[in-house]
């Protein structure tokens, strides 16, 4: 069953009193412990925290690949944590967009089969699909590389691949998990920006980091320790 | 979209080269075993059909129980003038040929060796080659009181059977007789037949010392008649004169179609166990390439999680891993298949040239080939099943934590 929130503001995410609960051997890890968020259309939200604190598992459940102990997650004014698996791929694959600390490319596509791997899925016509990959890998500036396998590449210009998937389906939002973990300072920079101007254009950006530098090109911080938010802050 | 899971597919079995190949050995060497065998099968068995098919469907065959190769049998299974003579008079029959085909020692000068003779009436000879579709290729055939005259199969003279030169009008020692050539019969196609010497029925008798014997007898059915009332008629009247019970005969009459079918179910059976032993190893290969998705599987969790994440179902990812096992069968099968067509080719040729025998010609019909490819595919993809169900059933974020 589908449950719609009535609909307030322009908000498209919403944590209400969200925990998830790991069982490690008898003990019970709280990894995300009553977490209440609201995230609205165009937010750049990054969310902080030493390893550990439950950043990695909030964003997981956010974007739809975990199921939270308790608590609801409205994605759009629909509650996930209602939905049926393939429900769930549905609205990963159109609603939200995903970059990894370690790029995660399909290491036998090229930049541009990795790009229309998405659309494949949301079985998006061959030719519509491979001109929209052509259009995203020449804005994240890696038009000469679309032949490339992901080991020819490098870091940085990897983590633009994957950002550049991440827009395959023109998603409302993209989550990026520690994107920059693996890049040296100018690369990492470089795909911050590459938020900011997205965000500019309208995007949801939720950023999860323990970089602060990272951090601060979003308009709003959370701050979360033994999975619970520690303090907000933000510019907006 | 599943053009695309194809290509995705393929991409994948060539990432990783080595693995595919050696999973697909096993597929092919069982499809290849078993296209090679049924083609070969298939190929004798038309041969068998064609031959009888000259024969004609209106040809009764008698012949002593338990008789091996010709001129094998013994003691008192054996068949006589007195037999011929009954057969000849049961209603229907519009002739009956008698023959004796027996074992000897043959020489040429210092050179010996054992064949087998045939022996035949003049007349009894024409008729028979005339229903075989037999002839003289040189030389003349035997005329009533030929005496000590032979004709010769066709390898005598352009076969290996004699190291010397053979030819018409030399002589050949059989049982310590000599024989003189008086024609060569042409080629037949196996090298029993090709390897006869064929002498008056009467001369062979005496020169092996037998009395009275028919080791097989012909008949051809009246074109109003039955061909099996008249078997059955020929059985009856045989077991009465020889005083025998019924089930208990120790006499065979077969229509030429009960004869052909009882060959034909022969090679039905020898042909299903070979193909069943190939068939093992087609299971072995299934396993293979179950065990490589397994690993497959493995290796690719992280992958699997990063798929689901950007918008694959369990389908998408069960389809594509069980297209990828059925393109290892179906790549294994295609192979298979060709290896398949060369190895009974090569048998064809083999037998042709060192044994001189057409029984074992490769047949290949597309039905063997389209079900071999099928089949394989078919395999490929069963074997696929349970690892591409456990890939589509990981948890997205159980697949991406993987390391």
């Known amino acids: ?236 | 979209m599943l053009k695309d899971f194809f290509v995705l597919g393929l991409n994948n079995l060539k990432r990783r080269k080595l693995r595919s190949w050696l999973t697909m050995i096993g597929i092919f060497i069982g499809i290849a075993a078993v296209v090679s065998l049924m083609s070969l099968g298939q190929g004798l068995q038309d041969y068998i059909t064609d031959e009888f098919e000259k024969l004609g469907s209106d040809k009764i065959i008698i012949q002593p129980k338990g008789m091996g190769p010709p001129g094998s049998a013994g003691g008192s299974l054996i068949l006589t003038s007195k037999d011929l003579k009954v057969i000849e008079n049961v209603r229907g029959v519009e002739w009956a040929v008698g023959f004796l085909i027996k074992q000897g020692q043959a020489r040429v000068g210092d050179e010996s060796g054992i064949g087998f003779a045939s022996g035949l009436t003049p007349e009894d000879r024409r008729s028979l080659n005339e229903i075989q579709g037999w002839g003289i290729i040189d030389g003349r055939d035997l005329k009533k009181g030929d005496k000590f005259k032979v004709v010769v199969g066709y390898n005598h003279i352009y076969g290996d059977i004699w190291d010397k030169p053979v030819r018409i009008g030399s002589n050949i020692e059989i049982e310590g007789y000599d024989f003189k050539i008086v024609g060569v019969m042409g080629k037949i196609g196996n090298p029993i037949d090709d390897g006869l010497l064929h002498v008056d029925k009467d001369i062979l008798k005496e020169v092996l010392g037998v009395e009275d014997e028919e080791s097989q007898i012909m008949v051809k059915t009246s074109p109003s008649f039955d061909t099996e009332e008249v078997a059955e008629t020929i059985e009856r009247k045989l077991r009465k004169s020889r005083g025998e019970k019924e089930k208990q005969e120790t006499f065979n009459v077969q229509t030429s179609e009960q004869l052909l079918n009882t060959f034909q179910n022969i090679f039905a059976v020898v042909q299903g166990v070979l193909v069943g032993i190939a068939a093992i190893s087609l299971l072995v290969g299934g396993i293979g390439i179950m065990n490589t998705m397994y690993t497959s599987v493995v290796e690719r969790t992280k992958e699997i999680g990063t798929m689901k994440a950007i918008g694959a179902k369990n389908s998408h990812v069960l389809m594509l891993f069980l297209i990828e096992s059925g393109l290892l069968g179906l790549v294994g099968g295609l192979i298979g298949v060709g290896i398949g067509i060369g190895l009974a080719k090569g048998a064809e040729y083999i037998a042709g040239i060192y044994i001189g025998t057409p029984l074992l010609q490769a047949s290949m019909s597309p039905v063997i080939i389209i079900g071999a490819l099928i089949f394989s595919f078919v395999i490929g993809t069963l074997s696929g099943v349970l690892p591409a169900l456990q890939a589509s059933r990981l948890k997205p974020v159980d697949a991406l934590r993987y390391e």
């Open chain 1, 1 to 236: 069953m589908v449950e719609r929130k009535k609909k307030t503001n322009n908000e498209i995410i919403r944590l209400k009193n969200v925990a998830k609960w790991y069982k490690a051997g008898d003990e019970i890890v709280k990894a995300v412990d009553g977490v209440d968020i609201v995230i609205n259309k165009g937010d750049f939200v990054a969310i902080v925290g030493p390893s550990g604190s439950g950043k990695s598992t909030a964003m997981n459940l956010v974007g739809a690949l975990d199921i939270a102990t308790k608590g609801d997650i409205f994605l759009d004014n629909i509650n996930i944590e209602k939905l049926h698996e393939s429900d769930l791929a549905q609205i990963r694959g159109r609603k939200i967009g995903f970059v990894f600390q370690t790029f995660n490319l399909i290491p036998t596509l090229t930049a541009l089969e990795n790009v229309t791997l998405p659309m494949i899925f949301q079985r998006v016509p061959y030719e519509e699909r491979v001109a929209r990959a052509k259009e995203l890998l020449t804005k994240v500036g890696l038009d000469h590389r679309l032949t490339h396998l992901p080991n020819m590449l490098s870091g940085g210009e990897r983590q633009r691949v994957a950002v550049a998937r991440a827009l395959a389906n023109d998603p409302e939002v993209i989550l990026a998990d520690e994107p920059t973990g693996n890049l040296d300072t100018k690369r990492g920079e470089e795909v911050a920006q590459m938020f900011n101007k997205l965000s500019d254009e309208g995007k949801t950006i939720i950023l999860v980091t323990h970089d602060m530098y990272v951090a601060k090109h979003a308009d709003r911080i959370y701050k979360l320790k033994d999975g619970k938010i520690e303090n907000k802050s933000g510019r907006k």
